[in-house]
């Protein structure tokens, strides 16, 4: 993707916002770095495994699909990919539909990210 002015200036005030603190909190409370990584080791998306509690948190805010809704979306997902991979050293694989929740139409992400530890290296002595 290529970044944009607008891009960018969206991503600052999505950052420099109450509700973005609030986001990447939640995305750092230990029971969520555990369901993120359990997903990914499931071969799922991270987000998979918060959706749940990510929309009984902050559905309103991303539920919908306003311009609003779909920047706190994305931007949620750009705080995901900084997590674990910045943060707790895995890599990308690839972009995979997120499964459902109970209906369809109560799912907030369409995709999510996937993410794999880098194989260890081992030395033959």
Known sequence: MIETVETYSSYKTFCDSDDCQ???SFLREPENKIRMITASELRRPALEGIQFQLKARFGVLLSGDGDRQKNVRKWTGKL????MVEEWGYQIQGVSPVRFLD??????FKTGTKYTLPKPLYRKD
């Open 103 to 108: 209906r369809e139409e109560d799912n907030v």
């Open 80 to 83: 995901v990919r900084k997590c």
């Open 22 to 24: 609030k986001i990447e």
